[in-house]
């Protein structure tokens, strides 16, 4: 970071990679992920992008909404952007083993909003 007196507070273009860096993010850009978000929902798509408030940009998008009576559904939603402050966990999906689960046999609760 760069701090000059008498101005304001600016960050150079390296610590902007080593902030991105930080994440760990940019190892799955082009990937194919699960997000679980704060208020339970599942999506899954190919990570675009991000930024420094780890707004996700998802690619092939989906939903994978949950029951204990039918099987798991899924949403389409295409082209989506994720705010950072409503991701609660962020994981590549193995799509191998992926491909070879039966989906409209799971069943499974929806998970619970998280409380803050």
Do not use: C, W
């Not at 990679?17 to 679980?36: H, N, R, Y």
């Not at 798509?45 to 998008?61: M, P």
Request: hydrophobic content about 35%; overall charge negative; aromatic content about 4%.
């Amino acid at each position: 970071m760069e701090f000059r007196k008498g101005s304001s507070l600016s960050i150079s273009d390296s610590s902007k990679k080593e902030m991105a860096s930080d994440t760990g993010l940019e190892l799955l850009i082009e990937q194919t992920i699960s997000v679980i978000t704060n208020d339970g929902r599942n999506i899954v798509g190919v990570l675009k992008g991000f930024d420094q408030a780890t707004n996700l940009i998802l690619d092939e998008s989906h939903e994978r909404v949950y029951s204990t009576k039918a099987g798991v559904e899924q949403l389409v939603l295409g082209l989506y952007i994720i705010r950072g402050d409503n991701i609660s966990v962020v994981g590549e999906l193995d799509e191998e083993l992926d491909s070879n689960l039966n989906l409209s046999s799971l069943r499974a609760h929806p998970l619970k909003p998280v409380g803050h």
